[in-house]
């Protein structure tokens, strides 16, 4: 099979990771295949928009959703490395609350794939990281919310607390999990 997907401590939240080609002149994978997508998930998704993040080290980034038009996300990193994180904050799922991490790295080239109605953030581990990452919906900013990175109630394991980097308004002064709007 071209990918392999695991999933995570959430199983909606999936870890793919393409098969590399690569020998002494470089490498080559296909970095998404619809087909090969739909049957390694079972998820039959369009993606509409395509987005290319650059973050230097220390930058936390999230945890971002949109309350109507909910985005399901499939991220990836081309250079560097982060620290990608997925919150549950579907009130009807038995997981509400919890979240799952992984490391992506242009090394690693593993993605991960965030259904709609999770928020979603990351941490810079590299001096410099830039993600890729394709949305099943548009970016509609008066839908756009956050829950705070660093909620107690939450409980995310950052792998470093030093020297974080909040560079947007919106996630300094995020809610907490139970100030906030969820999905139901």
């Known amino acids: ?7 995570t401590a959430i199983p909606e939240v999936l870890i793919v990771e393409p098969k590399v080609f690569g020998d002494a002149r470089g490498f080559f994978f296909e970095s998404f295949n619809a087909r090969d997508f739909r049957e390694a998930t079972g998820l039959d998704v369009t993606f509409v928009q395509d987005n290319h993040s650059g973050s230097s080290r220390g ?8 309350i109507e038009q909910p985005q399901g996300k499939l991220v990836r990193v081309v250079q560097g490395e982060v620290f990608d ?7 009807s799922s038995p997981r509400f609350g919890q979240w799952v991490g992984e490391i ?16 979603h953030g990351f941490l810079v581990l590299s001096e410099w ?10 970016y509609a900013p008066a839908n756009e919310r956050s829950v705070r990175w660093d909620d107690p109630t939450v409980g995310i394991s950052w792998p470093t607390s030093e020297h974080i980097i909040l560079l947007a308004a919106k996630d300094s002064s995020a809610p907490s999990l139970v100030n906030c709007e969820c999905y139901n």
């Open 104 to 119: 992506l790295s242009a090394e690693n080239r593993r993605q991960l794939w965030i259904p709609p109605g999770f928020a």
């Open 59 to 66: 930058v936390l980034r999230g945890l971002h959703y949109q």
């Open 85 to 91: 994180v997925a919150v549950d904050l579907r009130r």
């Open 129 to 138: 990281a830039e993600l890729q990452y394709k949305a099943t919906d548009y």
């Open 1 to 7: 099979m071209p990918i392999t997907v695991t999933p």
